[in-house]
């Protein structure tokens, strides 16, 4: 790929062509425009952000023990937050011990040296259908075969796992977000959790399970996570993100002792370790229980803006626009009516002030051109009211005049 | 891979067999034990940590700009840091536009994202003799055939450069650390930084210059860095490592328009975007000159150590061994007498209460195994010279008592 033309000295790894400039980035730039109310956007609201708490701790540690926190450290990541994430993974029925706990630059670097350790040029990878843009992302450069595998409203369906490929080449895992998926909102049901679980077993196919979102919950906490059933064959993903701020990058990977050290060792060429400072500043913020304060306001404020949105979708969406309330998480997973294309609706919502992110972006393959992700959780109830009757009024005259007048 | 003896469901990547634990780490382990005076590791000294400038530039950024800096970001970097490195860049010689500086986590991402982004399995890769380990380590998982290039003392001899292989599949890319390199603290005058952009453009072989130590000079900053004499042909990479502190893991890297987007697009995938609140807080920190007051002091701590580590090894080490002053930076980089192994002498200096790296891991093939480095950075004078008198005790005794004995 030497440019004999130009005379560029650069030849791209062939990898790069599975780089792309991301979709949803091109939307939200579209999107970002003074005065449009955005559901588009997969942010957390800044005004659940600790910010006082985060002060004290960032001055505490910068009082206590700076040298440590401005020096290079362990690449496995501060021991004392190793601990804390293991004992708070266990109250939740895991069986971690600190060691198999690796702290990562935000937990979208734990998809990066998954596929690093696990995936070759080639290789199925498997996915919820649809699945985590940012996964897709991540895992793209390694150059895996994805395979979607069909999904309900409880995730992905046992029978199309078991239908995997199990012999060489294999698929290298399963990719599943149990809890309140991005983009559907959907969550998995015990029932279904024990059937994937069984269904992977059968199939030899191990879980990569990713959960940024399962904290927050509206009214019921969500059941014990996949690698609770079967530890080894489940790397779990985790992240504070959502529950303190993403501006940190800080998320962790706990992984099977077979795994462990190429993970460590992929995350020391990576970036050496993550920025100590933050580790220590994060752990001085939670280590006495914060979270279990903290988090409910989450919840509770979410759970309102949910409420909210779900009330104005029932008032203002169009007959044959299909969603379900999420039980937890940040986003509603809309299908429209037939004929609609969200892709070719989003100008038209922007023009009126409003922007979604079409679903296409979040299907591996053969995308449902009619789906959108509504983001609930950095308007106010009063915009979300508006917000959403603007969305309505915009799809109903696509519906009943645009489209009308394109039907011969 | 998969285990069929034990069950695993998992199969690593191929490229995970070029992941191995990292010798120095390993090393490190053994000096790291009470009592030891280690002139082994690579830190900076945290003596020279601007603690009150760093407390007072987090409280100021989450006091000023909380959300904004605990919130998700573009994964480009923080503009106003961008465009100071632009500026202090162009001052330095280069001509660089802000758009073209991407904001790593620490440099040794850089190096991940410039092998992901250009490194093909068994496509080669050349590196000085010689060179920075962490980088061998970043770029491994991507399977490049590594070419070692002769060196002397002061880099990559051009001639050897010349040899290089650069039909298909083509050397990718000429890694180089001009400025007191790690681990040889070497530096390439001008009239050799000539000579090797020459030698590269006849080749075509692009340059990837390594740029962590060229403000710790002694007496006389260096040359023009190779990048602003082939901007075209050379990634630039920079580190806050030194000069601040590294637990924060902010660095950059200045790429040729033509890898500009898809560096972006790896580090996108690699962890969406380096900490905001870090590069606001060193933003805040370095905005108004510090840097101009602050990195003197590092020098002349450092120049101070140099001289009492040159003066000490002239008293100390027996006839034979070889090394030469740094003219900066951290490291001295020494030469034993025939018949001695770095490696094999590490455990006596341990045993007798010092510590050093022997060269071997920092050769990508026929190690030199008469060599070692010296930090000169963490110790204080004092404890420079009574662990340079230990190891030169050592050392004598090794060579004219134990390979004596050993001699039949």
Redesign the interface.
């Known amino acids: 790929m030497?440019?004999k033309t130009t005379g560029?000295?650069?030849?791209?790894?062939?990898?790069?062509a599975r780089?792309?400039?991301?979709i949803i980035?091109e939307i939200l730039k579209v999107t970002e425009q003074p005065g449009v109310l955005s559901m588009a956007g997969?942010?957390?609201s800044?005004d659940t952000?600790p910010?006082e708490a985060?002060?004290e701790a960032?001055?505490k540690v910068?009082?206590d023990s700076?040298?440590?926190?401005?020096?290079?450290?362990a690449s496995e990541g501060y021991g004392p937050l190793r601990e804390w994430v293991a004992a708070t993974l266990n109250a939740q029925g895991q069986q971690v011990t600190p060691d198999r706990v690796l702290i990562?630059?935000?937990s979208?670097?734990a998809l990066?040296l998954i596929a690093?350790?696990?995936?070759?040029a080639g290789?199925p990878v498997a996915v919820e259908t649809p699945t985590y843009l940012?996964a897709l992302?991540?895992f793209?450069?390694?150059e895996p075969l994805f395979t979607s595998v069909a999904s309900d409203d409880q995730g992905p369906i046992p029978d199309a796992i078991r239908a995997l490929p199990h012999d060489a080449p294999?698929t290298?895992f399963l990719y599943v977000l149990p809890n309140f998926q991005n983009p559907t909102g959907r969550v998995m049901g015990e029932a279904r959790r024990q059937a994937v679980v069984a269904a992977a077993?059968a199939a030899?196919?191990?879980l990569v399970e990713d959960n940024p979102y399962g904290d927050l919950w509206f009214d019921q906490a969500p059941a014990a996570p996949l690698a609770a059933r079967w530890p080894?064959?489940t790397v779990y993903m985790g992240s504070f993100?959502k529950v303190l701020?993403?501006?940190?990058?800080l998320g962790y990977v706990v992984s099977?002792a077979?795994?462990t050290?190429?993970l460590l060792?992929?995350k020391?060429?990576?970036?050496?370790?993550?920025?100590?400072?933050?580790q220590r500043m994060v752990f001085e913020v939670i280590r006495n229980g914060f979270l279990d304060q903290h988090i409910p306001t989450i919840r509770a404020r979410y759970k309102t803006q949910r409420d909210t949105m779900a009330q104005a979708l029932t008032e203002h969406m169009p007959a044959g626009t299909e969603w379900a309330a999420p039980q937890g998480g940040m986003f509603f997973w809309l299908r429209l009516p037939a004929g609609c294309n969200a892709m070719a609706l989003l100008p038209k919502a922007v023009a009126a002030g409003v922007a979604f992110v079409p679903g296409e972006p979040f299907y591996a393959h053969a995308p449902d051109t009619r789906t959108m992700r509504l983001s609930f959780v950095t308007l106010t109830p009063d915009e979300i009211r508006y917000a959403v009757a603007t969305l309505g009024g915009v799809l109903k005259k696509h519906l009943f005049e645009d489209l009308a007048q394109e039907t011969p």
């Open positions: 030497t440019d560029s000295p650069w030849t791209l790894a062939h990898r790069a780089m792309n400039p991301s980035r997969g942010l957390p800044p952000f910010i985060m002060r960032s001055a910068l009082t700076p040298r440590e926190a401005l020096q290079y450290a990562t630059t935000g979208q670097q990066d690093k350790v696990l995936v070759d290789a940012g992302q991540a793209a450069p390694f294999g290298r077993q030899r196919v191990p080894e064959g993100s701020a993403p501006g940190l990058r099977p077979a795994l050290p190429k060792q992929a020391q060429a990576a970036d050496l370790h993550t920025p100590s400072f933050n």
